[in-house]
């Protein structure tokens, strides 16, 4: 069983797999909790399948596949790796990705040392183009998506209306992504219906525990006063692991100097120097080349890994083949042997026949009468 078998098996995988009563169960359980109901049963089910495929998987060709893929797990992800789980799992893994990390630096650092115009590395733009995102996140957006179509299912459908009612209700992101993932459900008036009186009742926790801190106010906050920051931070932000910082970071997707779509050289002060466009362009078919060769690299894994499978069932093929043969002989042995006591036993058959009839033959035959010997009389 791969990754994506194990998150199936886990109620992670995509929504038209997961019963929306595997959702609903883990939404009734996560609503007596704080912050989101969303968030929090998203949060269990990623450790419980990080876990799980750190105890069982995580020495599954596809599932480090996977892995490779990404460079591993994301900040979050990583962070609950090392938080808890199997040590040796997590060996495993920082192991692999680590080797190709460091391989890909290697290159890196050849490339680095053999050019005489800087330039990013090749080899570190294909990094960044082709790096698949954290496979975990990957997969926990497809389930993000049934727990949202489970909220609007039962927002209004008692028990589940009851317990949704009594908790802290969406986070915003999370509200948003409902109405824009599914845009005319029966249950997106409802849901901001509920949201906004929930709302209401946090402004006024908020403006009490401010009134309330103030150093002339004699009554101490309230219980629900003292919590209305937290419960706003969590409205408005959601869990920090699912919707992470807003920094703004450059990706090199070209080398510098390059036009994204035909790899030439420009400059915004107009026509450059023939030879810093030759460079350029060098470089940009240099990344293509470092590409192609990245990919042509994985092609060759593959097809290895194919064709040593298929040896392998060659191999078993053959080995039955032998098999059958070996069984069809002995099979003919037995057939020789059987015709052979089958002879044998007609022919005492036969024997037993002739000594009956000469048995009887015997019996019907007159007994001579006895003389005397000195008279000759009878």
């Given amino acids: ?45 990623t450790r419980r399948a990080l876990d799980a495929f750190l105890h069982e998987h995580v020495t599954d060709p596809a599932s480090r596949s996977r892995l490779d893929r990404s460079d591993g797990l994301c900040a979050w992800h ?26 890909r630096l290697g290159q890196i650092q050849r490339e680095l040392t053999t050019r005489r115009r800087p330039s990013v590395p090749p080899t570190l733009v294909a990094a960044h183009r082709d790096r698949a995102p954290c496979p975990l996140c990957a997969d926990l957006v497809e389930s993000e998506g049934g727990y949202l179509r489970t909220v609007l299912d039962f927002v209004t459908d008692g028990e589940f209306e009851q317990a949704y009612t009594g908790s802290s209700g969406l986070c915003r992101p999370h ?23 929930k709302l209401e009742r946090l402004a006024a926790d908020l403006a009490g525990f401010i009134r309330k801190h103030d150093h002339q106010a004699e009554a101490p906050p309230t219980p629900t006063e003292a919590t209305a920051r937290t419960e706003a931070l969590r409205f408005l932000t959601g869990a920090p692991g699912l919707f992470g910082n807003q920094l703004a970071r450059s990706e090199p997707v070209q080398p510098p100097g390059t036009d994204t779509a035909r790899g030439e050289a420009t400059s915004p002060a107009g026509p450059v120097d023939p030879a810093a466009a030759v460079q350029a362009r060098l470089d940009a078919l240099a990344f293509d080349k470092a590409r192609l060769e ?7 894994r593959e097809l290895g890994e194919e064709t040593s499978r298929a040896a392998g069932h060659l191999y078993r093929l053959r080995l039955l083949e032998e098999d059958r043969k070996v069984l069809e002989l002995n099979l003919a042995g037995e057939r020789g042997a059987a015709r052979t006591w089958e002879r044998q036993l007609r022919e005492l058959e036969a024997e037993v026949t002739a000594l009956r009839q000469r048995l009887a033959s015997a019996d019907r035959a007159p007994t001579p009468l006895a003389t005397d010997p000195a008279s000759g009389a009878p």
């Fill in 78 to 103: 990583g962070e609950l790796l090392t938080a808890g789980g199997s040590a040796a799992g997590a060996a495993i893994v920082c192991e692999s990705v680590l080797g190709r990390v460091a391989a």
């Fill in 294 to 300: 990245q990919r042509v690299g994985e092609l060759t």
């Fill in 175 to 197: 509200l948003e992504l409902a109405l824009v993932r599914f845009p005319g459900h029966r249950g997106t008036a409802p849901l901001v219906a509920v949201t906004l009186r």
């Fill in 1 to 45: 069983m791969d990754l994506d078998d194990l998150l199936t098996r886990l109620g992670v995988w995509r929504t038209r797999r997961t019963s929306k009563f595997v959702a609903y169960a883990h939404l009734l359980d996560a609503c007596p909790q704080p912050g989101c109901p969303v968030c929090r049963s998203l949060e269990e089910l």
